[in-house]
């Protein structure tokens, strides 16, 4: 009796021993071995795409200054001209007999007043008479500059260095016979790109931003181009706001009228980031990975969103920061808090 005793008690000794001995192995138990891999963070070019229309950087239209038939009209249109050129004449004859009479007048005026002077300085001519003589001189004076004046308006100039972009009038046509203007000159040493921005873009454009313009009927090279003007009062139909970009023009290949492809470059995006296609699991129709935090050498469960994806990494555009280290390896075998080992 006393041996079976003894017996039971070595009994329950070893199996105390047994439950001691398997507490130890699961609070020792192995942590699973992970491999993670810090996200890259995407910068990426916001773009605006529209379709763009050159005009000239100046439109000058231009009329005579005075009635008459058009004598002669020395342009072409098309043709390039310089600052003070011949454009077009109207019959002078009779601007041309009244600044010779005006003409005459004066001379004649003038000789009186310069024979005069001397008697007057003398003392020999009344005061009264040498005031009309002044007085007639004037007079003359200024009918001789309007007649010239009159004679000059006859000839259309080129106001400035230019192209002759319309040419409406031919000889032989009544000068007030043109509703529009007769000729008309465009500067394009620089031109303008405009195109038709909607309302929920146009407060994106800024003065300076740079754009490409692509001109396919020139090249397949784009042009770099400035936004110059933003209009402020929109298209009452088509809800659009006009904007301009300015655009050097120095060998005048690009023509006022060309159509073109504008790209407008906003300021770069780097809110997204990439991760391997490996870390990104899916449980309930959601999307998630494994962040580690090498402080507490824990990993958590991170829901996230997919912007586009490659053969070996995802863009996601919501979930993850540029900072974060997510699990490539061992994922399938871990959860959400749980310690892991590198």
Known sequence: MKMKKELLIVLAFASLSACKNSENESTTKVLEKIEVQSVNSLCTLNGLYYSGLVEAEQTIPLSFESNGVVEKVYVEEGEQVKKGQPLATINASDARNMFELTKAKYEQA?????RLKSVHE??????IKWVEMESGLQQAKASYAIAKNNLDRCVMKAPCNAFV???NCEPGMSSMM???????LVKIDKVYIKVSVPEKEINQMKIGERASILISAISEIPFTAKIAKIGVVANQI???????????????????????????????SC???EVPIQAVLTENNSKYVFVYDAATKTVSKTIVKIHSLSSNTIILKEGLKKTDVVVTKGQHRISNNQKVNL
Do not use: F
């Open 178 to 184: 043109n509703a529009s203007s007769p000729i008309k």
């Open 238 to 268: 088509a809800k659009t706001y006009d904007v301009k970009l300015i655009l050097d023009n120095k060998d005048h290949l690009i023509k006022p009228g060309m159509v073109c492809d504008v790209t407008i470059n906003l300021a770069p």
């Open 271 to 273: 809110e997204r980031v």
């Open 165 to 167: 972009g319309e040419r």
């Open 110 to 114: 003038q000789d009186a007043y310069d």
């Open 122 to 127: 003398s003392g020999s001519l009344p005061e």
